[in-house]
């Protein structure tokens, strides 16, 4: 496959208003992407969907994907400040072309990025993206769109309203007489209104939110899915039964438990197939991971009945692999779930919720969940990089990664380039956690000392 040149795992991702992240590159973006999807519908005038996140560079981002758009002659409702999957879902249910989201999802808030979905609210593939580089590098069209051809914007009230409404609808009568109580950390994204309108109409007065004030700023600043250690200490203070955690963009979740106990997305993943095996849910009693998640989680799989899928990381490769298996669940350690019968995407706000209805159902506190899932140790190290080298052209990594993975007793080691950030992850994991930290220690050094 040719190798990308603007698009990583996670659609086109940067430092703010730095190429191609600045307001000229986005305004190009917006036309090869609306030039692709005119091409792809056989029609001028698509209808796109653009929906961010609220840091401070998402409105402009926003402004400019919305007029290289326009500018391309297709027409773009404009949903302002919403999550990832709400966009996801708001173009299936209007219909539309293709959507945009503006955001860096976990990134710091001097990021962002542009996600890309299709008309079936899905990522597009690679083959998809790399049509998209070459028209952006292929400059602008011959003729220029002009006069009552050229799209309209519309601004679209309360989008979440149908998003907000389903959920109830889907979870009402599964969640609203638990009495369950809930310390919820909105880490200043995107869910800040929509998850409160759901929680509350589910939860009533049993809930309290953390990190709901976003100033453009403090979007994942040491709070949400990146730090649940923090909500840990609340859901003490408050006597929760459990915390939620979301990123900036709301497409995934981490959870706590009632002893302040953080529960990741392998563990997660684990409990909600029981569940849907359980209910008989669980289509071809399979679910899909990445290479990320640990060996444990397998394990326990495996003894449930259930196969499990690997696959590269990025939530949309999982997604790929769902829809040729016909799995319904599938997700990836750092919490990005996706449940396909509600929402073709990673959605932080469904998977809290489903754990919620497995605590009602269930009765269990969801730190006895979590018992039943035993994970290996893990223990894993970025090193940053200035050149992501090819690391098979690395001499002597693969041989001292080999060498490594020999002493962990059944366990592991993973090394990858981050798709979003500058950086080469190390990770291992296996029973004996000293040895699974000095094989990363190894392998990390290794890296660093390279020149």
């Known amino acids: 496959m040719t190798k990308k040149i603007l698009f990583g795992t996670d659609g086109i991702r940067g430092t703010a208003n730095i190429p191609p992240l600045d307001p000229a590159s986005a305004v190009k973006a917006g036309i090869a992407i609306a030039e692709h999807f005119k091409v792809k519908c056989g029609t001028q005038k698509c209808k796109a969907v653009i929906g961010m996140d609220p840091r401070i560079s998402s409105g402009m981002l926003s402004d400019s994907v919305s007029a290289g758009i326009r500018s391309a002659g297709c027409d773009v409702m404009v949903l302002g400040t919403v999550s990832t999957p709400l966009v996801s879902s708001f173009i299936i249910e209007s219909g539309a072309d293709f959507g945009i989201v503006i955001s860096a999802s976990h990134n710091p808030f001097e990021d962002n990025g542009i996600k890309v979905f299709n008309g079936k609210g899905t990522k597009l593939n690679d083959d998809e993206e790399l049509e998209i580089e070459r028209i952006y590098f292929s400059g602008r069209p011959e003729k220029n769109v002009t006069g009552g051809s050229l799209g309209k914007a519309f601004i679209i009230e309360n989008p979440d309203s149908a998003y907000v409404s389903r959920l109830i609808s889907v979870f009402g009568t599964k969640i609203q007489s638990s009495g369950i109580k809930a310390s919820i950390d909105l880490a200043n994204g995107a869910t800040f209104l929509t998850a409160q309108r759901v929680f509350n109409a589910l939860l009533k007065k049993n809930v309290k939110y953390y990190s709901f004030e976003p100033d453009g700023i403090n979007i994942n600043d040491r709070c949400g899915a990146l730090h649940p250690e923090q909500l840990g200490t609340k859901v003490l203070s408050d006597g929760s039964d459990i915390g939620i955690a979301f990123d900036g963009d709301g497409d995934r979740f981490i959870a706590v438990d009632e002893t302040g106990t953080v529960v990741d997305g392998d563990k997660i993943i684990g409990i ?85 209805e ?9 730190s006895d969940l979590a018992k039943e899932i035993p994970l290996f140790p893990q ?44 950086v080469l992850r190390v990770m291992a994991e296996g029973p004996d956690i000293l040895k699974v930290k000095n094989s990363v220690e190894s392998v990390a050094a290794f890296i660093k000392g390279l020149k």
Do not use: W
């Open 272 to 356: 909600c197939a029981q569940h849907l095996k359980k209910n008989g849910r669980l289509k071809k009693d399979t679910v899909v991971t990445t290479v990320m998640s640990n060996a444990g989680l397998e394990k326990y799989l495996i003894e449930k009945g259930i196969r499990m899928t690997r696959t590269p990381v990025g939530d949309r490769y999982v997604f790929e692999e769902m829809s040729k298996s016909g799995a319904v669940l599938g997700g990836e350690n750092s919490g990005h779930i996706i449940f396909s019968d509600i929402n073709p995407t990673g959605d932080g706000i469904v998977a809290a919720l489903t754990v919620l």
């Open 358 to 366: 497995i605590m009602t159902e269930t009765g269990h506190r969801l």
């Open 379 to 422: 223990f894993m190290s970025k090193v940053k990089v200035e050149k992501k080298i090819p690391l098979e052209e690395i001499p002597g990594l693969a041989e001292l990664i080999k060498e490594n993975e020999a002493g962990l007793a059944g366990g592991r080691m993973l090394v990858r380039y981050s798709g979003t950030e500058p």
